[in-house]
T-cell receptor, first 116, second 114 residues
């Protein structure tokens, strides 16, 4: 198992452009989370999936952000019409939740987005 | 509502000295508790977790934490700091009745002085 992988690791984009990030979770994990992290801050929850179902979205998430997990495996996070305030590290994590079993969240290396 | 408080956004210790990073949580039911470490431009790595078994939990890199229900605390310690311990440390809590959603502390940056 190679762990959680995120692609790309770095993305520089011009303001107003759309960007899409990909996350491949650990294969048997049914839960997938997206977080955003700015310098000196903790992870800020964006959304999470249980299998292919998106169970919760942060109220802070504007409608420019959308996430999918179409087959309950990999996930994509798209940001439309990027703004400079979107510059941050975007972290993906996965875990296995089954009955009383609850593994810890395993994180990818993150995608660093810079909007210029 | 749950919350996690990490006392001290920055903690500075000398190499070889005791490391103590504080975490207090608010929860009306027993939570799961986690400590994660983050090195610059990296994702978060689990150091250790408490899941209602032993109250003293040993983790990687010589770290350990003790769950104290009466104090609602889960402080992280290491007897002797190493330069490689310099990083940001995050405490997090989750609960079964909150669908295991992770609630994060603001983080503590650990600085190691030579």
């Amino acid at each position: 198992d190679t762990g959680v992988s995120q692609d790309p690791r770095h993305k520089i984009t011009k303001r107003g452009q759309n960007v899409t990030f990909r996350c491949d979770p650990i294969s048997e994990h049914n839960r997938l989370y997206w977080y955003r992290q700015t310098l000196g801050q903790g992870p800020e929850f964006l959304t999470y999936f249980q299998n292919e179902a998106q169970l919760e979205k942060s109220r802070l998430l504007s409608d420019r952000f959308s996430a999918e997990r179409p087959k309950g495996s990999f996930s994509t996070l798209e940001i439309q019409r990027t703004e400079q305030g979107d510059s941050a590290m975007y972290l993906c994590a996965s875990s296995l939740i089954r009955g009383t079993l609850n593994t810890e969240a395993f994180f990818g290396q993150g995608t660093r987005l810079t909007v210029v | 509502a749950q919350s996690v408080t990490q006392l001290g956004s920055h903690v500075s210790v000398s190499e070889g000295a005791l490391v103590l990073l504080r975490c207090n949580y608010s929860s009306s039911v027993p939570p799961y508790l986690f400590w994660y470490v983050q090195y610059p431009n990296q994702g978060l790595q689990l150091l250790l977790k408490y899941t209602s078994a032993a109250t003293l939990v040993k983790g990687i890199n010589g770290f350990e934490a003790e769950f104290k229900k009466s104090e609602t605390s889960f402080h992280l310690t290491k007897p002797s700091a190493h330069m490689s311990d310099a990083a940001e440390y995050f405490c997090a809590v989750s609960r079964r009745d909150s669908n295991y959603q992770l609630i994060w502390g603001a983080g503590t940056k650990l600085i190691i002085k030579p």
